[in-house]
């Protein structure tokens, strides 16, 4: 049987950006961290076991709404396609939309190198018709994407609500610039959360079994082994609340006492109970979006939702101008 194979592609800096965005977010207050930086192999694979916990309904819920819905994005994306997935991760809710779009090439996009190529891999392997990329690439930055061959359409998949982690007007700038890969006749399948009962919202985030705090920890982890730095994980603690009055969820770690975080030469003073911001989650109500894709240059089209319309999925075209 003859080896599934993945073209590769390596776009992410090296550590030296790592460092030098931690020591900038460390110096500020309040202090912040990008949650780009959850998602070395380890963080990967628990946002993995997040998506499976029972109070984390966003995954079982859009993998629905596109099992349900995935006849209808083949007609509109069309043939002769190029596939990209932004934050590709285990690649599980793209089968559902590859095996009946059926395109010319699939693009996988991730910031986690080795689970980027254990994802791709897999899909290579199950789809021994379709072309495979795997693009290691902050997407937060301009991409260049030079394996997408310029005669097919390109339709970017954005699943999860990963939207949701960038401000709003940063969502907008990142949605313009992703047209700059998508092309004028491009369109973008995303999911997005919606906003609701803050309770809901709010297990979604502290789950019982305790996945999300150790995913959030783990970013200290990755501190300590791709840094050196001097910390004591367990003088900190995992805090995530729905923030009402911004329609976001919150997720901070927070100080369990007096301490210090150590780079290189560098000492960072905590106080107790002084939180470091380590990622937003922006809820949406459809109209909310809608208007956020129009002022990012795109059409919307068509929205899908589930029943109890918790969460949604939207089909929008890049907004020719011409």
């Known amino acids: 049987m003859k080896e599934a194979t993945v073209q590769f592609y390596d776009e992410l800096p090296d550590n030296a950006d790592l460092r030098a965005e931690v020591l900038q977010g460390l110096g500020t207050h309040p202090r912040r961290l990008s949650p780009k930086f959850f998602y070395d192999r380890r963080g990967s694979e628990l946002f993995d076991a997040i998506c499976r916990v029972p109070e984390y309904y966003i995954t079982r819920t859009e993998t629905a709404i ?36 059926r395109p010319y090439a ?59 982690n ?9 949605m313009r610039q992703l047209q700059s ?36 920890l783990n970013i200290l982890r990755r501190m300590q082994r791709e840094l050196g730095a001097q910390v004591d994980i367990r003088g900190f603690r995992h805090e995530a609340f729905y923030n009402e009055a911004h329609g ?10 007096t301490q210090q975080i150590r780079i290189d030469n560098e ?12 990622e937003n989650s922006y809820k949406y109500t459809i109209e909310e979006f809608q208007a956020l894709a129009r002022d990012a240059g795109y059409q919307p089209h068509t929205v899908w939702t589930d029943e109890k319309r918790l969460f949604s999925v939207h089909y929008l075209q890049v907004e020719n101008r011409d």
């Not at 099992?67 to 285990?90: K, M, Y």
């Not at 401000?167 to 990142?174: G, I, N, S, T």
């Not at 973008?188 to 995913?215: C, M, R, S, W």
Request: net charge positive; charged share 20%; with cysteine.
């Open 248 to 257: 976001r969820i919150e997720m901070h770690l927070v100080s369990q006492r």
């Open 267 to 278: 000492a960072f003073h905590f106080e107790k109970n002084e939180r470091m911001h380590t």
């Open 166 to 174: 960038f401000e709003p007007q940063h969502a907008v700038l990142f």
């Open 66 to 101: 596109l099992q349900n819905n995935a006849a209808a994005l083949a007609r509109l994306a069309g043939t002769r396609t190029v596939l990209i997935e932004l934050g590709s991760g285990a690649s599980q809710k793209v089968r559902l939309m590859l095996d009946v779009l």
């Open 106 to 164: 699939y693009v996988g996009v991730d910031i986690s190198k080795d689970f980027l190529l254990q994802s791709t891999r897999r899909l290579a392997a199950a789809y021994p018709w379709l072309k495979v990329h795997a693009v290691c690439a902050d997407f937060c930055q301009p991409l260049s994407l030079t394996c997408c061959p310029p005669q097919f359409k390109r339709v970017a998949f954005f699943p999860g609500s990963s939207i949701g």
């Open 181 to 216: 890969v998508l092309g004028p006749t491009g369109a973008l399948v995303i999911g997005v959360d919606l906003k609701k009962d803050p309770h809901h919202l709010n297990a979604a985030y502290n789950d019982a079994q305790g996945v999300t705090a150790e995913f959030n």
